[in-house]
Every structure is written in C-alpha cells, then in structure tokens.
Nanobody
Framework: QVQLVESGGGLVQAGESLRLPCVAS????????MGWFRQAPGKEREFISR????????YYGDSVKGRFTISRDNAKNTAYLQMNNLKPEDTAVYYC?????????????WGQGTQVTVSS
C-alpha cells in the first residue's frame, strides 16, 4: 500500500519559513520523482516543484522560484519542501506526489495534504 504523508504545515507570518517533509512508504523511493503541489480555496491545483529520483534535477513553478527549495533524502524515503519568505498568497493546502521517474504523465500517488496559512 502506497502512502505519502506530509507534515510541517501551520500558521506563520509573512516573511517566515516552513519546511514540509513528505515520507513515502510502499514504493521503491529511488524509482520515483517527487512533486509538490498546492491548492488554495476556490483555485485550481498549482504545480510547485519536482525533483528527480536522484535529486539531480529540480523544477519550480514561477510563483515560488527563488523562495522555495525541493530536496530529498533517499535513505529516509523523504522529500522536503523548504519555503522561505512566505507570503499571504502562499496560503494553501500543500500536497506531495510521486511518479515513476520514467513517466511524464500525471502523478498517480498523492498525500493527504498539509495546511499552510500565512498571515500578513
């Protein structure tokens, strides 16, 4: 059974930082690219970042470039999203997702999400 479990969300003030871990189980972690997405109320799901299976390549959405950093620790089956200089518009539920590294279609596995709220 595949499980992705996010944590680390919370209420912070603008300018502060949060680090979101995503622990994966039930998959061979090193076969999977990991992604982060977010969804704010009334808005569509937004791509945040992706990291390849070995951490060799990373990709970011325009809204978070230069502020967020994705990483992974394959020994711990964990992906991370470091979020710096948070803004109120970053308020959303954040989801991690997993996709086989040789696939380019949708992510089939998703976590339950963690709420991030940024106050001004």
């Amino acid at each position: 059974q595949v499980q992705l479990v996010e944590s680390g969300g919370g209420l912070v003030q603008a300018g502060e930082s949060l680090r979101l871990p995503c622990v994966a189980s039930g998959i061979p972690f090193t076969h999977y690219d990991m992604g982060w997405f977010r969804q704010a109320p009334g808005k569509e799901r937004e791509f945040i970042s992706r990291i390849t299976w070995n951490g060799g390549e990373t990709y970011y959405g325009d809204s978070v470039k230069g502020r967020f950093t994705i990483s992974r620790d394959n020994a711990k089956n964990t992906a991370y999203l470091q979020m710096n200089n948070l803004k109120p518009e970053d308020t959303a539920v954040y989801y991690c997702a997993a996709r086989l590294s040789w696939r380019s279609d949708d992510f089939p596995y998703w976590g339950q999400g963690t709420q991030v709220t940024v106050s001004s």
